[in-house]
């Protein structure tokens, strides 16, 4: 092991740290899908910042723009002013993103994290339907402000709210009854049923693959059902494409796949592009009922975001090579866990879409054990899950196959050592 001195992490930094216990380096440096420790180890990156990082770290091209715009002396902190960055993005995210999706969606600068922009859509929902109770999903994962929280279902995360989180009620995600029970059954009959004790809600938020949650996968008619479902009864339905938007699926929104155009749409992590905080919370026009300052906070012109977020979205959305690369090479890592799924036979089993891959233990143990021999082995995945019982890949979509070829060599090992 390294002989990195963890003292002032340890006598310092709180005990809620995580994932520099997993990971025991002290990272300094990176370049696209490597990262490297002050002792000169290079690490590959199955991770990239939880999905913060999907074109890499230190993209050189969104590098080159940072560089200039802070040696040209570019606003960086800018509230919500009006700014040139921040222009130059609207036009951009416009006519490379909405226009082209034919979604007439306005635009809301919440604070520059996950977390701050699924609060905006909850809140906005309750203000647009003067109601105030929300469905969410089982294993649903949303963030760690009250309000994200309430929503989320991971019960270790709920306890440290210390308060009772309320006015949310959990629906089974698809597939939760491993396909037995018919879709929506129970979320019909309680909306429909005066005698339920359900309260009509404001809204229903969803991922459309839970990372968090185990890399659950809502099958693209279900997804519909739900659309159908909240659009039937009046419900506002939010895609919380956090972590799964921006590419990270396939196509820019994870919801495209099933042609639905949910109300709200949260989006964070890699639409900064570069792994600098920034969220955007879109939704419809007619939705658009803030009043000026009604919901506000200091980081929301993160300047230097949107700088390197409107060149990511130049460089990236211009054409369909990237969503067609980033399903070729999710392609590539569902082979080689079905592979390891064949030869563990009952042990192992997979599950994903696009560039967001599970490789799921029955011994939930295992999971944690084949991502700290991959670390041994110089590379880092994270597991996720109610259990922790799911290896998560989330690499950069920008990884070449020579490098996935590597890191699924290590996993494939690790995943041979554990499990034989
Ligand atoms: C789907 C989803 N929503 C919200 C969040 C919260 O984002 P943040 O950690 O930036 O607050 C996450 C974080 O992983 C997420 O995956």
Redesign the pocket.
Known sequence: MTNFDTNIFESLESEVRSYSRGWPAVFESASGSWIRDENGRDYLDFFAG???LNYGHNNPVLKSALVDYIVGDGITHGLDMSTVAKRDLLETFQDKILKPRGLDYKVQFPG???????EAALKLARKVTGRSSIINFTN??????LG?LSVTGNSMKRAGAGIPLVHATPMPFDNYFDGVTEDFHWFRRVLDDSGSGLNRPAAVIV?TV???GGVNVARPEWLRALADLCAEREILLIV?????GCGRTGPFFSFEIAGITPDIV?L??SIGGYGL?M?LTLFKRELDVWGPGEHNGTFRGNNPSFVTSKVALDHYWSDDALHKSTLAKGDKIHQAFTELANQFDGSVSTRGRGLVQGLVFDEPENAGKVCALAFDEGLLAETSGPSDEVVKLLPALTITDEELNHGLAILADATGKVCS
């Open positions: 939880a999905g913060s520059p994290t996950g977390t701050n922009t699924v649903a994962f949303h963030g760690m402000t994200a991922e839970q990372g968090e919380d494409d956090v972590q799964m949260c964070s992590k905080p969220a």
